[in-house]
C-alpha cells in the first residue's frame, strides 16, 4: 500500500530507509516539544537543523530528488516551516521556469548551492489577488541601463512573502515594469536584499517580519519597501519577455507565462495537503482504537472509540479523500512537468488547461483537508485540543493553502472561467473542441442515474452521475450568465451576479475529476488485496461524495429518492467494512513518530503515561509557585481574607 500511496515500492523503500537514517542522527531531532518552545526558539532550532541539512543532505537523500527532499524536510524540519521554506518552494522554481540561460548560469548555482537564500515576494499590504493593481513599480532608467524599484506609498509594501523578513538576502519580486512612462504590467526581477557579509538590510530596502500568525510561525513572513532602489537591467528575468538596452519590449509567448511560480505550488500543494490530512487521520484513528469511553452493549465492557458508527463517518470518509488527493495529485504534477518542458521549448498551448485544472484542485482539496483535520480534532475529544495532539498546529498550516496561491473563491472563479467557454462550445454545437477534461460537457446523458440498477458495473454509472451534475450545473450557470448579457447586463456585472453558482459549477467538476483519479489508479492495480483494500474506500467515497452533493442530482430527478437511500446504506456499508483495515490504511503512509511530532498519534499507542510525561515537562510545571501568584494573584487572595 506504502508504494501505491507514494508512487513505487522504490519510494517506499527510499522513504523508510531515509526515516532510518534520521532516527539514527539524534542532532536532527526536536531538542524538546515544539509547542513548548517561542517562536523565536523554534527559529533557531529549525535554523540549526537547517545548516546540518546542508551539511549532510548528500548522506541522507539524493538531494536532487523533490520527493526525498519532501520528506526529509517533514520529518526533520516539520510542518510548521523553516528559514528558508520559500528558497526551495518558489524562489528555485521561479528562476528555473522564468530565468534566461544566462542568467541561470549566474544565479541558480549559487542558490542550489545556498550561498545566498531566496523568496518570491508579489503580494503587498493593499493587492494580494489582483495582480494587475500591484503598487511596486520598477520603472527603467534608459540612461544607466537600470531598473528603479520603488514603493510609493505604504500600501505598496511587499507583505507576507515567506522567509522575506529576516532569513532571505535574495527575492524574485514582482512589480509592474513602465518603460518611457508605458506600464507593461507585473513582471519579475531579480533583487538583492541585504549585504552578502554582514546581512544588513541594502541602503533604499526597509525590511521585517509580519508578526506571529494563526500558525507557520517558524516562516518570517515579511514586509519589504523600495526607496528609489537601483537593480541592473539584466536583473528583469528574461526567459519569455526581454527588454532590450535601448527599451524596446520584447512580449512573451503567453501573458500569464510570469505565472508559472504559482502553477508549479499550486500542482505540488495537493500531495503536501494530501499528507497533512493523513498525518491529523493516523493521529485520531490511532487514538480512536486506543481510547475506550461507554458501552454499545451495556454487558460488555468499554469500546474503543472507534466502534461508534458516528466516529467511522467522521473519520473513514477522509481518509478516502486523503488517498484520492493523493492520486489526483500526483497525476497533476505529472501534467505540471509536461506543461512545464512544452513552455520551455515555447509549447504554450496547454497552459490554460492546466491553470483551469490547479486552480480547482488547489480549492477543493485545501478546503476538504481543512475539513477533515479539524473532525479529527473534534474525533480525539479534550486531548485532541491540547497540543499533545499536534492536530491544531497541522489544521493552522493546512488552512493556510486555503489562501495562498490565490484565495480559494478566487481560483474557482478562474476555473468558472474555462468551463463557461466550454459550455460556449457545447452550446454552439462545437463540443469536438473540448479539451479532454472537459469532454463529457459535451456528452448527453441518460435520463436518470443507473447506479443501483447496473449489477458489477464497477464504477462507471458513479462516474456518469458526477458528470450529470457537473455538466448541468455548469450549462446552468452559464445559461445564467449568458442570459443576463443577452438582458443587457455589463460581462463583470453579470460574472458577479452568476459567481456563486459558477463556483459551484467548479466545485462539482473539480470533484468528479478527484473521483475520476481515484478510479484510474485503482483500475491499474496488480495486487488483488490492495486493489480490495482502495475499492472498498473507493466505495466509500464515491458513495459519501455523492451523498454530499446529492441536491444537485435530485433536483432533476436524475437520482431518484430510493437511489439516495441506496447510496447512504451503502456508505453504511463500507463505513463496517472499512474498519477492521482503518489503522492500516493510515499506518501505510509510514509516517514516523519524528514526523508527526503528536503524543497521541504514538505508534506504540502508549498515551496516557507520555501525555503526564508531555505536561510535567511543560515550562509552568518547573517550579510548583509561579510569578505569577506571588506577584498578584497571592496578594489579592491575602487582600481579600483581611
Ligand atoms: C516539492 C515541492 C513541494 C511543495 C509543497 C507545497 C508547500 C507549500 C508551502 C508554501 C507556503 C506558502 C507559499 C505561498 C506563496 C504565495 O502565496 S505567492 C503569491 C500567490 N498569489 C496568488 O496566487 C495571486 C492570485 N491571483 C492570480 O493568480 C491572478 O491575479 C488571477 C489569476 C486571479 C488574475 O490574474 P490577472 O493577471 O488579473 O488576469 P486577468 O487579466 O483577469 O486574465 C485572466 C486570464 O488569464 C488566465 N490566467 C491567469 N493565470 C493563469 C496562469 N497561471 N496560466 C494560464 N492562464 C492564466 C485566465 O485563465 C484568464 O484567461 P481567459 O481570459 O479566461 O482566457
Ligand atoms: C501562510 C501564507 C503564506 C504566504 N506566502 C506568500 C509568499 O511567499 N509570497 C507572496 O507573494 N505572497 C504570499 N502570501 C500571500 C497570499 O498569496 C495572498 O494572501 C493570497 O493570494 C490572497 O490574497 P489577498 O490577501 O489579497 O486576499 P483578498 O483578495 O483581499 O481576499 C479577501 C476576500 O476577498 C475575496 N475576493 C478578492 N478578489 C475577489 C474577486 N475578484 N472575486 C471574488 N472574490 C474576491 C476573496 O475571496 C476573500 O474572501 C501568503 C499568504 C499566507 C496566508
Redesign the pocket.
Known amino acids: 500500500m506504502a508504494a501505491q500511496i507514494w508512487g513505487s515500492e522504490k519510494r517506499a523503500r527510499r522513504r523508510r530507509e531515509i526515516s532510518a537514517k534520521i532516527a539514527q542522527m539524534p542532532e536532527l531531532h526536536d531538542s524538546k516539544p515544539l509547542p513548548f518552545m517561542t517562536r523565536e526558539e523554534k527559529i533557531m532550532e529549525s535554523a540549526r537543523k537547517l545548516t546540518i541539512l546542508t551539511e549532510k543532505m548528500g548522506q541522507i537523500i539524493d538531494p536532487t530528488d ?2 526525498e ?2 520528506h526529509l524536510n517533514n520529518e526533520v524540519l516539520g510542518l510548521e ?1 523553516n528559514p528558508m ?2 528558497h ?3 524562489f528555485i522554481p521561479a528562476l528555473s521556469a522564468q530565468a534566461s540561460d544566462e542568467q541561470q548560469a549566474k544565479w541558480l548555482p549559487r542558490a542550489l548551492r545556498r550561498e545566498i537564500i531566496g523568496t ?1 515576494a ?2 503587498e499590504l493593499g493587492h ?5 493593481n500591484l503598487e511596486t513599480t520598477a520603472t527603467y532608467d534608459l540612461a544607466t541601463q537600470e531598473f528603479v524599484l520603488h514603493t510609493p506609498q505604504i500600501t505598496a509594501l511587499k507583505w ?3 522567509n522575506l523578513g529576516k532569513s532571505s538576502n535574495y527575492a524574485v519580486v514582482v512589480a509592474h515594469m513602465i518603460i518611457k512612462a508605458k506600464n507593461y504590467g ?1 513582471h519579475p526581477f531579480m533583487v538583492q536584499l541585504r549585504d552578502e557579509k554582514t546581512h544588513e538590510p541594502l541602503p533604499g530596502i526597509t525590511i521585517g517580519d509580519i508578526g506571529p500568525k494563526m500558525a ?1 510561525n517558524i516562516v518570517d513572513n515579511g514586509f519589504l519597501g523600495f526607496n528609489k532602489y537601483r537593480i541592473p537591467r539584466t536583473n528583469l528575468l528574461m526567459r519569455h519577455t526581454k527588454v532590450e538596452a535601448d527599451g524596446t519590449y520584447i512580449k512573451p509567448p ?3 507565462i510570469n ?5 508549479h ?1 499550486r500542482a ?2 495537493l500531495t ?1 495537503q494530501a499528507i497533512m490530512l493523513a498525518s491529523a487521520l493516523n493521529i485520531a484513528t490511532r487514538y480512536s482504537s486506543v481510547r475506550r469511553q461507554g458501552q454499545i452493549d451495556k454487558s460488555q465492557p468499554e469500546v474503543k472509540v472507534l466502534e461508534y458508527q458516528t466516529q467511522q463517518h467522521r473519520l473513514f470518509p477522509s481518509i478516502a479523500r486523503a488517498y484520492a488527493f493523493q492520486f489526483a495529485g500526483a497525476e497533476t504534477v505529472k501534467l505540471y512537468e509536461h506543461v512545464l518542458k512544452e513552455m520551455k521549448s515555447g509549447n504554450v498551448s496547454l ?2 488547461d ?3 485544472l490547479t486552480s480547482g484542485l488547489k480549492s477543493v482539496v485545501t478546503y476538504q483537508t481543512g475539513e477533515g483535520i479539524e473532525q479529527a480534532r473534534m474525533a480525539c475529544g479534550g486531548h485532541g485540543y491540547s497540543m499533545a495532539s499536534y492536530i491544531s498546529e497541522i489544521y493552522g498550516v493546512a488552512i ?2 486555503c489562501t ?4 480559494n473563491m ?2 474557482l472563479l ?1 476555473l468558472a ?2 468551463l463557461v ?1 466550454s459550455a460556449a462550445l457545447v452550446k454552439s454545437g462545437q463540443s469536438s473542441k473540448l479539451g479532454p477534461l472537459v469532454a463529457y460537457l459535451g456528452v448527453k446523458s441518460e435520463p436518470t442515474s443507473l447506479i443501483d440498477r447496473i449489477p458489477n458495473s464497477g464504477f462507471t454509472e458513479y462516474v456518469k452521475t458526477f458528470q450529470h451534475v457537473s455538466k448541468r450545473q455548469t450549462l446552468k450557470a452559464a445559461d445564467m450568465f449568458f442570459g443576463l448579457m443577452e438582458k443587457g447586463e455589463k460581462r463583470e456585472i453579470a460574472w458577479n451576479k452568476c459567481s456563486v453558482e459558477l463556483n459551484r459549477a467548479s466545485r462539482l467538476h473539480t470533484r468528479l475529476f478527484i473521483v475520476e483519479a481515484f478510479v484510474r489508479r485503482v483500475n491499474e492495480i496488480a495486487d488483488i488485496r490492495i486493489k480490495e483494500a482502495l475499492t472498498d474506500l473507493l466505495h466509500l467515497h464515491v458513495n459519501y461524495e455523492l451523498l454530499d452533493i446529492a441536491s444537485y442530482a435530485l433536483e432533476d430527478g436524475f437520482l431518484s429518492a430510493s437511489q439516495l437511500d441506496y447510496i447512504r446504506d451503502q456508505v453504511y456499508l463500507y463505513l463496517g467494512k472499512i474498519r477492521p483495515n482503518a489503522v492500516s490504511l493510515l499506518d501505510s503512509w509510514e509516517f514516523s513518530d519524528i514526523e508527526l511530532r503528536s503524543v497521541l498519534g504514538r505508534r506504540d499507542g502508549n498515551v496516557y503515561e507520555n501525555l503526564f510525561k508531555w505536561a510535567k515537562s511543560s515550562p509552568l510545571n518547573k517550579t510548583d509557585v509561579l510569578s505569577s501568584v506571588t506577584q498578584y494573584l497571592k496578594p489579592m487572595m491575602e487582600k481579600a481574607r483581611l
Open positions: 523533490p520527493a527532499l519532501y516551516g521554506a520559500l526551495g518552494v518558489m518570491y508579489q503580494t494580494g489577488t489582483n495582480l494587475q507576507w512573502p515567506g507585473p507557520y503567453h501573458a500569464k505565472y508559472s511560480a504559482m502553477v505550488v505540488y500543494m503536501g497552459m490554460a492546466l491553470h483551469a493556510g493553502g495562498y496561491e490565490g484565495e478566487v481560483m478562474q472561467r474555462y467557454k
